[in-house]
């Protein structure tokens, strides 16, 4: 019978130490991760996003604004291929794609880098009042 009570401590000892290095290696994967920590603020009038991501610039990610998403994505560095000198574009580390309560206006949005995070605000888009539809028939 294999119970805490009758195993040796030394044997209790390395389970322990088992358990602390599995918990350790999934925390460091977690923190090596593949998203940075985001923060989110929205009112009525916008939706601020702020992103850690130390070591970047502006050159290293890349933003796309869709319909009602903003999609941030890492820049990898392209790869040298060994044959004729051409470079290969390897897939983004990561992607981080944040989906937005409502409608942005796109021609006013913008994003800048300051000491590592990445700021985007998002204005919302003007309402486009009432359309009556006609209905055929």
């Known amino acids: 019978m294999n119970t805490l009570i009758d195993m040796n ?6 389970a322990l130490f088992d358990v602390n290095n599995r918990v350790t290696r999934m925390m ?9 920590p985001v923060n989110v603020f929205l009112d009525d009038n916008a939706v601020l996003i702020d992103m850690e991501l130390p070591g970047k610039t502006a ?6 604004l869709e319909a009602q998403a903003v ?5 990898p560095a392209p790869v040298a291929d060994g044959e004729k000198g051409t470079s290969a574009q390897p897939a983004p580390a990561w992607t981080r794609r944040i989906e937005l309560p409502f409608r942005v206006n796109a021609e006013k949005a ?28």
Do not use: S
């Not at 460091?28 to 940075?36: E, I, K, T, V």
């Not at 050159?59 to 796309?64: C, P, S």
């Open 28 to 36: 460091r994967a977690r923190a090596a991760g593949r998203f940075p």
């Open 71 to 75: 999609v941030v994505a890492d820049k």
């Open 59 to 64: 050159k290293d990610v890349d933003l796309t």
């Open 110 to 137: 913008n994003a800048k880098f300051t000491d590592g995070i990445l700021r985007i605000e998002l204005p919302r888009a003007e309402a486009q009042g009432v359309h009556r539809i006609a209905i055929a028939g």
């Open 9 to 14: 401590p030394w044997k209790l000892l390395d």
